[in-house]
């Protein structure tokens, strides 16, 4: 980059490289670049997991159903069919095959359920993680604001104590270990919940619909896994929102605000609380991946069927195809969402957007 | 130089930050819970070695005067599972610490001196890492690998939980290479290594402790939540095994035998409290402007 400007003169006459410049340093095509560099590398590490690593996937597999009593051709044919490779392709081949297959949405078929597309699986599960995932992180994110905020304006007082206490140690906690309080507490001590019947993303015989009855049931279905997932992340968040408004509000433009006699609520809203939400904004792409991958233990724990349960399930039956499928599609979900959230701080930060993104 | 002296001033050192360390009441909480838990776990099976037969008759007790914390599904006292069970998890949490930390400082410090083109690529490929879910990913590569004993699933965590931190490294050097003491060294030509290990390191040497513990305090968690999925081995008493074995027994839903379940939880948390707690208090011990306030 420092290349072209330095081999241009200082007249008024553009480098003839200007425009290469201006395109490589626009923020949001270096996030998409970056988003798709990313989903890249995960395919092709699970290419190497799959086919090229010693004691892969495939290996496995053989081995596995040489040992089943098939014979060694049949084995080859039906592994390579399950995993949608052509093993006489040579490595690179195969390579290049597995990366067409993958973007034309071809993720193999099922080694333990005959018949069963891995994509088709996938259509199936995937909205409703989307579902539960996305609504806590937007709780998460208000919950983690409003308190980190109520406690950075109570600060030194026992507000601040007890939630920053409480904080620490929520944020300390794995959410699978939360998942299992909230188990003893709700199904077992307090019998509150049966957590028996909330198996499932719905009821069977719930149709989805636009009805009471569907959302009642969605609601049923999620409620102690969506409380859990957000008390597993929300002290990070309400620690972060209080040190960066306890930084906003020692600014000069809120000592100005204040000494104009702007309304409280004024400076709240537009002066402290738009700038001290921004390191949040970036905090959201860590948020999104911890959420996700915390997603496989949690929803296996309340045998919630979306993605995570889907892996969890296919890792126990040792369901190759599918577990390299939805790991894929996990990963690039997260990738995605994170390209939103960078999108989001450009447009919510000006700056990050005109300095050309950087760190 | 000395090597003598250099191990004389590191106990110097040493006692002074405990010194430090006792003024600061939850710090010295934190770390009295650790040592005790690490002595308990490494020098309790002496005195109580695990019960290698079932007892039918005490199946799944709540507490009592014999049985401090009840008994499992086999009527084994889970006191002295709790005892024998905590080396494991303990080696696997140090052992990804440590080896997560050296490759982390080891990257981001390189990445920093040597800065540049290869200082950018570096963190960009950073960058591209940390936004691949490390779960998921940890949980494919272990089943794949069907790891079989506590070191090569170390290694694979530090592996895996290295970026983050080496990111950290080099932003804390980058800001220590400005200081006049290290640029002093520089313009003395003392070389790279004494620059990075008298100079830098020590002076970082507190951040990297820390980052030690919260990265021994997710492997600790990632362990867990491997063996509940089912793809580390199934076997030995240890705390993440307990709690999955209870589970997979139904004793979530029986409240008599909810303490097979608590017992180990509450050892894993504990534990986690005492290093978190312990790591808090060492950033105000060697970070003078936490001192005052808070």
Redesign the interface.
Known sequence: MTASTASSPPAAKPSPLAWLERITSNFLLQRLV??L??IW??TT?TFF?VRA?P???VD?MLQELTAAGVSPDDARNQAAALMGVNLDQPVYEQYLAYLVKVLQGDLGMSYRSQGLKVSELIVQVLPWTLFSVGLSLLITFILGIMLGAVMAYNHDTWIDYLLSNLA??LD???P??IG??A??LF???WKSVP??DMRGALSPGIQPAFSLEFFADVFKHVKVLLLVSVLASVGSWMLTMKSSTIATLGEDYVTAARARGLPDSRILTAYVGRNATLPLVTRL??SI??T???S??LE??FTYRGIGYQ??DA??K?D?PI??GV?LV??IA??LA?LLADFLYGWLDPRIRIAGGG? | MNRFEGLASLGRETWKTFKLLSRNKMGLFGFILVVVIVLLSFVGPLVWPPEDSANVADINQGISAKHWLGTDFQGQDNLRKIINGGRDVITIGFLTGILATLIAVSVGSFSAFVGGRVDTWLMDLVNVWLTIPKFPLLAVLATVLSLKDIVTLSVLMALLDWPGLSRQVRSQVLSLKQRDYVEAATMLDLGTPHIIFRELLPNMMSFIVISMIFTMTQAIYQQTGLVFLGIVPYSGANWSVMITAAQRRGVLYNPQAMWSILAPMGAIILFQLGLVSFARSLDEVFNPRLRTSV
């Open positions: 970056k988003a560099f990313t590398l995960v590490i997991v690593m004691g892969n996937v496995i620490a140690t300390a906690t794995s699978y270990l299992l309080l188990v003893l199904g077992v001590i957590i028996m792409a860590i991946g911890f996700m991958g915390g496989i233990l296996s724990l892996l969890a890792i126990a040792r190759y577990m390299q790991f996990i990963t997260v990738v994170n760190q």
